[in-house]
């Protein structure tokens, strides 16, 4: 199978190639904007790696929770390129890819979703693909727990935004990564699984997947928070 994948729902932007066993990865990171350099990216990923468009069975990408911003313009984009090719695309959980990359069973994987707030959402993973046993959710971190009935690693951006919350977690968990973002390398193989099992979906049907329904605080809100005004 081949299938282009892009991540673009946090600060730290990949798009993958994968044809059949082989899969090529490239970074954005470093730029203001993803927007800037994304197009060209995958562009580059396409020729230097003469797979025409035409030919992928279709297109991936991440489709959050994440950035707002971030997952539209993923959406979009796949969206776009998956219609001039005539190819199909998969919406796959950000969050989900993230706990597949564990190497671990029982995973909860959580980002930093600004404004005070995590995104996360808990899986158990078998034969690699993560399967979802709660969230997703939007959460400021005092509100996290750890799903109760086994041992749990903790994955995700949220965990080192949030050092408190990794205190309070880690004690009850069999490790951690506190970096770990999504990659688009794990979009594309969770794709495979998802087309297999008949997650393939018309361009126009693709969307992103919004847990928070807000991009800013108001003052009001900032304040009950201990921010400023």
């Known amino acids: 199978m081949k299938i282009l994948a892009i991540e673009t729902s946090c600060e730290h932007a990949t798009v993958a190639l994968l044809c059949d066993e082989r899969v090529v990865e490239r970074a954005l990171d ?3 904007t993803h927007s800037e350099r994304l197009l060209k990216t995958i562009s580059e990923l396409i020729v230097d790696n003469d797979q025409p468009l035409g030919e992928l069975d279709a297109i991936a990408f991440g489709a959050g929770p994440g950035a707002f ?10 969206q776009g390129l998956a219609t001039g090719a005539g190819i199909g695309v998969v919406p796959v959980s950000s969050l989900a890819a993230l706990s597949a990359m564990s190497g671990h069973e029982y995973v909860l994987a959580a980002t930093d979703a600004r404004m ?19 969230g997703p959710d939007c959460q400021v971190p005092e509100q996290m727990q750890l799903p ?13 935004a949030h050092p408190s919350l990794l205190r309070r977690l880690s004690a009850s968990s069999i490790g951690h990564d506190a970096i770990a973002v999504p990659q688009a390398s794990s979009i594309a193989r969770l794709a495979v699984r998802m087309i297999e099992d008949g997650g393939l979906l018309p361009p126009e049907q693709a969307a992103p997947l919004y ?9 009001a809100e900032r304040l009950a928070r201990g921010g400023k005004a």
């Open 211 to 219: 847990v928070r329904n807000k991009v800013a605080l108001t003052t």
């Open 69 to 78: 911003t971030g997952l539209r313009l993923a959406c979009a984009v796949a």
């Open 116 to 134: 005070g707030e995590v995104y996360s959402a808990a899986f158990r993973v078998l034969d690699g693909f993560p399967v979802l046993i709660a």
């Open 30 to 32: 470093g730029h203001s």
């Open 148 to 160: 109760p009935g086994t041992q749990w690693y903790l994955a995700g951006s949220a965990f080192g």
